[in-house]
């Protein structure tokens, strides 16, 4: 189940999305708390630094973007620093601006946070909540029809600041499904008849309880509550959050769909809505199956609620955090071509000595074990590189291995010291190494460094070559020689 969920990330980048919604700017006041103010019993902050990011339906095109999706976003903003601070931010991280209303009636929605070591201390608000005019209404409706048909779905991020009044929401809803498009909506507030018909609506436990009047304090409580929006708005979905309880999907004429919540550590859950609308809605773009869709909503809200502040999650963390939790530790260290590509430019930004090694590895014994040990002592990260069950053949004959190269590089990867594992397909290891290019190349055997083919390549780059002779002395060859000897003499 976890391959297939990590065969789906790379779809992700496949969607478009158009963003509807209240723009928000978020401001983190990060520092230290020494001394209470003589002027009142108040903590004094001494502020350390400031960050600031787009917040709101910003932050879900932000994590569109972040999952590898393409984003469109429309909204409103004042005409002030706020709004440019946040028009810059949004260009930065390449997102679109051509939607965005620049309204010199209304300021933009800044959200200023007071933390200190760690602890959210006050948020301070600017911001208004007047519904927009009739005149902002159809400027917002024309923006977003001009790009429905460039798109695969549309996500209405409403945070009750004035923008997605009913007679707008209900238009783009209307357009979308003009245009057959998914609709999904992060709703806010007690009026969801405006979000009639949308594809699915992703209340959290706090907001169903608002929209529906009932207190939800345990499953039958849910399950009235998720059923009632169901039947009121006439989505086909309606999706629960429920914090560290999971996720409850409800739909029509079926029993719902319960999914617990990912193990993780909670630092701040700000924006984790932004993150599951936004994982959710990509996926659903891109042709995944309901079910799927929500899972990868769930890793990703799990991934994001680890840092602190408004906050994005790649597919690369994503991808990292499903291997991390839901596939054993030696298969995460098995990596493909590719993968190895990413890893070692991660590990040269980041100063780490690589060092290489590779063999068949058909029956491992104690001298692998002490060679691999070796090794991995000669520098910071160690990859082997383990010969595919074909170049195998081609070097020690039609019987061998006799242990499988999948197998073969679980054995490997099991031992401590070996972080990654890479299956090559070629007899000799110049092509991987030509990739990996590592510091150090080390060759166990009794081999002379001066004969060894890879020398020329690996000096290319500046690299080393490490000839380690303590595995001569023990062989798979002669391990099954031994084992052949004694069987056959007990025949």
């Known amino acids: 189940m976890s391959e297939e969920l990590l065969n789906v990330l790379p779809k992700l980048a496949n969607g478009k999305i158009l963003v509807v919604g209240d723009l928000i700017f978020d401001e983190y006041i990060w520092s230290k708390v020494n001394r209470i103010s003589p002027e009142a019993p108040v903590p004094v902050a001494d502020v350390v630094s400031t960050m600031c990011v ?3 339906a910003g932050n879900v095109a932000c994590n569109i973007k972040a999952l590898g999706g393409e984003v469109y976003l429309v909204g409103v903003i004042g005409k002030d620093k ?16 051509q ?16 933390i200190a070591h760690h602890q959210h201390v006050v948020r301070v608000d600017r911001e208004t909540k007047v519904p927009i005019d009739k005149n902002l209404c159809e400027k917002v409706s024309r923006l ?13 991020s409403d945070y009750a600041k004035g923008l997605m009044i009913p007679e707008l929401t209900s238009r783009i809803i209307a357009l979308a499904k003009k245009y057959r498009k998914i609709v999904s909506v992060d709703p806010k507030g007690s009026n969801y008849s405006k979000y009639r018909k949308a594809t699915i609506i992703t209340p959290n436990r706090k907001e169903a309880e608002i929209a529906t009047g009932i207190p939800i304090n345990n499953e039958d409580d849910l399950l009235r509550a998720g059923y009632k929006l169901l039947r009121e708005t006439e989505a086909r979905y309606i999706l629960i959050t429920r914090g560290e309880k999971g996720m409850s999907l409800f739909q029509k004429d079926c029993s719902p769909i319960h999914i617990p919540s990912v193990v993780s550590e909670v630092y701040d859950i700000t924006g984790a809505g932004d993150t599951v609308v936004a994982a959710l809605t990509l996926a659903l773009a891109c042709g995944v199956r309901i079910e799927k869709a929500i899972e990868i909503a769930n890793w990703a809200a799990g991934v ?8 994005t999650v ?31 430019n991660k590990l040269r930004k980041e100063g780490k000595k690589i060092v290489f090694t590779n063999g068949c590895f058909d029956l491992l014994h104690v001298g692998h074990i002490k060679y691999l040990q070796q090794a991995k002592s000669l520098g910071d990260t160690l990859i082997v590189g383990v010969n595919t069950d074909n170049s195998v053949k081609k070097i020690k004959g039609s019987k061998r291995p006799l ?13 401590e010291g070996v972080d990654y594992v890479v299956l090559f397909s070629e007899t000799t290891p110049e092509k991987i190494i030509s990739i990996i290019k590592p510091d150090i190349h080390v060759k166990g055997g009794d081999y002379k460094t001066k004969n060894l083919p890879e020398k020329k390549i690996v000096e290319s780059y500046g690299g080393k070559v490490i000839v380690d002779n303590k595995i001569k002395e023990k062989s798979t060859t002669s391990l099954i020689n031994l084992i052949l000897k004694r069987f056959s003499d007990n025949a």
Do not use: C, H, W
Request: glycine content about 8%; overall charge positive.
């Open 144 to 156: 977003s029809e001009k790009v429905m048909d460039k798109v695969d779905a549309v996500l209405i």
């Open 82 to 97: 706020a709004g440019e601070e946040l028009l810059e931010k949004l260009k930065k991280l390449d997102i679109g601006i």
């Open 304 to 311: 994001v609620v680890r840092k602190v502040g408004t906050a």
């Open 99 to 114: 939607g965005i209303i620049v309204d010199g009636n209304r300021p933009t929605t800044l959200k200023s946070r007071i």
């Open 403 to 415: 242990i499988p190269e999948k197998e073969r590089a679980q054995l490997v990867a099991a031992i």
């Open 54 to 56: 787009p917040g709101g």
């Open 314 to 344: 790649t597919s690369e963390e994503l991808e990292e955090f499903i291997r991390f939790y839901r596939i054993p530790r030696t298969d995460q260290k098995i990596k493909s071509i590719d993968q190895i590509k990413k890893l070692v």
